[in-house]
C-alpha cells in the first residue's frame, strides 16, 4: 500500500490512539523529537533537554553496561533489540521497564531511534513471585524424596524379613497386612520420584523463554531449602560459593534452575551421609559458569562417554535405593544446549564427581 504525504499526521494518530507509550529520539540532535501522551503521563517523560549521560544516569547502576551495550548494537549495526531494566525517572519510584527499539536512517544520515517503553514491575514482581516458590517446591521435594528414601527402604526391607519368617507358621493375616505395608511404602517411594520426574520431563517440552536475571540471587533463593533446618535432614553438607552478588544472565530462570536441581538431586543419590555438596557460581567475560561438586561414590569411567546419551546405561539406583529410569542427564544436557551453553564432568570411583555448566550472559 503506497504511502502518501499524510503518513507522518496518520502515524502520531495511530500512536496515540493505541494506549501504549511511544517514543523518537534525534541521535544527532540528542534530544526527543516525539513523545506521545500515554508515555509522558505513564513515565512522565523527561524533557528534551536532558543529555544522554543524564538519561543514563537515571538508569540502575548494575543495568547501565547492559543498557550500553545494547544502545552500542543498535547504533553501529542497526541491531534492533527488546531491553528490560530498572529505571527511575524525576519524582517515581524505580521501575523495571521493557524497551523496545529499532534505528531509522533518513537518507541525509539522520539517525532517529524510534521506540516502545513499557512498565513491566507488576508482570516481573508476579513471575518472580511465581518461580521463586516453584524453585522451593522443587527443592523441598527433592528433600523429601531422598529422605524418605532410606526410611521407606528399610520399611520394605523389614516387610520383606518378617514376611519370610510368618511363611512358615502361615499367618495369612499377618502376611496380608505385611503384603499391604510393602504396597503402600513403595507406592509413597515412586510417588514423589515420579512427580519430580514428571515436572521435568514435562519443562522438555515447553519452548524457552529467556530474561535477564540476576543468578546469584535466583541460585540462593532455590538453595536456601538445602541448608535450613529441612536440609539438615539430608545428612549432606550444601554449601553455595559465588564470585559476586550481582551475576546477570539471559537465561529461562524456570528451566536454569531445575538443571542446578536435578545436578544437585543426583550428587544426594551418590554422596553418602556426611558427603559434601558445592554449588559454585563464577561469572566470566562472557559467560557464566555454574559446578556441582560432591564426594560421593563417583561415576564409573565405562560409564563416562554415555551420560548424557536417553536411557544410558550409566543410569542405576541411588545409595538409598532411588530408581532412575536414565533420562534426567539427557533431558539436562537438552535444556544446556537449548540456552547455547556446554556442560561436562569430571570423576574418580570413591572421590566424587564435578558437573560444569557454562551458558553465555547473552542469548543471540
Same mark, same amino acid.
Given at each position: 500500500?503506497?504511502?502518501?504525504?499524510?503518513?507522518?499526521?496518520?502515524?502520531?494518530?495511530?500512536?496515540?490512539?493505541?494506549?501504549?507509550?511511544? $517514543? #523518537?529520539?534525534?541521535?544527532?540532535? =540528542?534530544?526527543?523529537?516525539?513523545?506521545?501522551?500515554?508515555? #509522558?503521563? #505513564?513515565?512522565?517523560?523527561?524533557?528534551?533537554?536532558?543529555?544522554?549521560?543524564?538519561?543514563?544516569?537515571?538508569?540502575?547502576?548494575?543495568? =547501565?553496561?547492559?543498557?550500553?551495550?545494547?544502545?552500542?548494537?543498535?547504533?553501529?549495526?542497526?541491531?534492533?533489540?527488546?531491553?528490560?531494566?530498572?529505571?527511575?525517572?524525576p519524582?517515581?519510584?524505580?521501575?523495571?521497564?521493557?524497551?523496545?527499539?529499532?534505528?531509522?536512517?533518513?537518507?541525509?544520515g539522520?539517525k532517529?531511534?524510534?521506540?516502545?517503553?513499557?512498565?513491566?514491575?507488576?508482570?516481573?514482581?508476579?513471575?518472580?513471585?511465581?518461580k521463586?516458590?516453584?524453585?522451593?517446591?522443587?527443592?523441598?521435594?527433592?528433600?523429601?524424596?531422598?529422605?524418605?528414601?532410606?526410611?521407606?527402604?528399610?520399611?520394605?526391607?523389614?516387610?520383606?524379613?518378617?514376611?519370610?519368617?510368618?511363611?512358615a507358621k502361615?499367618?495369612?493375616?499377618?502376611?496380608?497386612?505385611?503384603r499391604?505395608?510393602l504396597?503402600?511404602?513403595?507406592?509413597?517411594?515412586?510417588?514423589?520420584?515420579? $512427580?519430580?520426574?514428571?515436572?521435568?520431563?514435562?519443562?522438555?517440552?515447553?519452548?524457552?523463554v529467556?530474561?535477564?536475571?540476576?543468578?546469584?540471587?535466583?541460585?540462593?533463593?532455590?538453595?536456601?531449602?538445602? =541448608?535450613?533446618?529441612?536440609?539438615?535432614?539430608?545428612?549432606?553438607?550444601?554449601?553455595?560459593?559465588?564470585?559476586?552478588?550481582?551475576?546477570? #544472565?539471559?537465561?529461562?530462570?524456570?528451566?536454569?534452575?531445575?538443571?542446578?536441581?536435578n545436578?544437585?538431586?543426583?550428587?544426594?543419590?551418590?554422596?553418602?551421609?556426611?558427603?559434601?555438596?558445592?554449588?559454585?557460581?563464577?561469572?566470566?567475560?562472557?559467560?557464566?559458569?555454574?559446578?556441582?561438586?560432591?564426594t560421593?561414590?563417583?561415576?564409573?569411567?565405562?560409564?563416562?562417554d554415555?551420560?548424557?546419551?536417553?536411557?544410558?546405561?550409566?543410569?542405576?539406583?541411588?545409595?538409598?535405593?532411588?530408581?532412575?529410569?536414565?533420562?534426567?542427564?539427557?533431558i539436562?544436557?537438552?535444556?544446556?544446549?537449548?540456552?547455547?551453553?556446554?556442560?561436562?564432568?569430571?570423576?574418580?570411583?570413591?572421590?566424587?564427581?564435578? $558437573?560444569y555448566?557454562?551458558?553465555?550472559?547473552?542469548?543471540q
Amino acid at each position: 500500500m503506497p504511502l502518501t504525504d499524510n503518513f507522518p499526521g496518520f502515524f502520531e494518530a495511530l500512536v496515540e490512539n493505541t494506549g501504549q507509550a511511544f $517514543f #523518537a529520539y534525534d541521535l544527532t540532535a =540528542q534530544q526527543f523529537t516525539f513523545v506521545n501522551q500515554e508515555c #509522558a503521563v #505513564a513515565f512522565k517523560q523527561p524533557n528534551s533537554d536532558l543529555s544522554p549521560s543524564e538519561l543514563l544516569g537515571m538508569v540502575n547502576e548494575d543495568d =547501565q553496561p547492559y543498557v550500553l551495550e545494547k544502545l552500542e548494537d543498535l547504533v553501529k549495526h542497526g541491531k534492533g533489540s527488546r531491553t528490560e531494566f530498572r529505571i527511575q525517572f524525576p519524582d517515581q519510584p524505580e521501575q523495571w521497564v521493557c524497551v523496545t527499539v529499532s534505528l531509522l536512517q533518513e537518507p541525509s544520515g539522520k539517525k532517529m531511534i524510534l521506540g516502545h517503553i513499557e512498565d513491566i514491575s507488576i508482570q516481573r514482581t508476579y513471575n518472580d513471585h511465581l518461580k521463586r516458590f516453584s524453585n522451593k517446591k522443587n527443592s523441598v521435594l527433592n528433600i523429601l524424596a531422598h529422605d524418605l528414601a532410606g526410611p521407606l527402604g528399610m520399611i520394605q526391607n523389614l516387610t520383606g524379613i518378617l514376611s519370610e519368617q510368618l511363611e512358615a507358621k502361615e499367618e495369612e493375616d499377618a502376611q496380608e497386612t505385611l503384603r499391604v505395608m510393602l504396597r503402600i511404602s513403595k507406592q509413597s517411594t515412586n510417588l514423589l520420584r515420579e $512427580f519430580m520426574n514428571n515436572e521435568f520431563l514435562e519443562s522438555s517440552k515447553t519452548q524457552l523463554v529467556t530474561r535477564r536475571v540476576n543468578l546469584k540471587e535466583k541460585m540462593a533463593e532455590m538453595l536456601v531449602e538445602y =541448608q535450613n533446618e529441612r536440609g539438615d535432614l539430608l545428612g549432606v553438607n550444601l554449601d553455595f560459593v559465588y564470585t559476586s552478588d550481582e551475576v546477570y #544472565a539471559e537465561v529461562d530462570d524456570l528451566k536454569f534452575m531445575q538443571i542446578i536441581t536435578n545436578l544437585i538431586s543426583n550428587s544426594l543419590k551418590f554422596t553418602p551421609t556426611g558427603g559434601r555438596i558445592t554449588v559454585t557460581l563464577e561469572e566470566e567475560d562472557t559467560t557464566v559458569l555454574v559446578t556441582v561438586a560432591d564426594t560421593g561414590i563417583g561415576i564409573p569411567d565405562k560409564y563416562h562417554d554415555t551420560l548424557f546419551e536417553k536411557f544410558t546405561p550409566a543410569r542405576r539406583p541411588g545409595l538409598k535405593g532411588e530408581q532412575s529410569v536414565g533420562l534426567g542427564m539427557s533431558i539436562i544436557k537438552t535444556l544446556v544446549d537449548w540456552h547455547k551453553g556446554q556442560i561436562w564432568f569430571e570423576s574418580e570411583e570413591s572421590k566424587g564427581t564435578t $558437573f560444569y555448566l557454562r551458558v553465555p550472559k547473552e542469548q543471540q
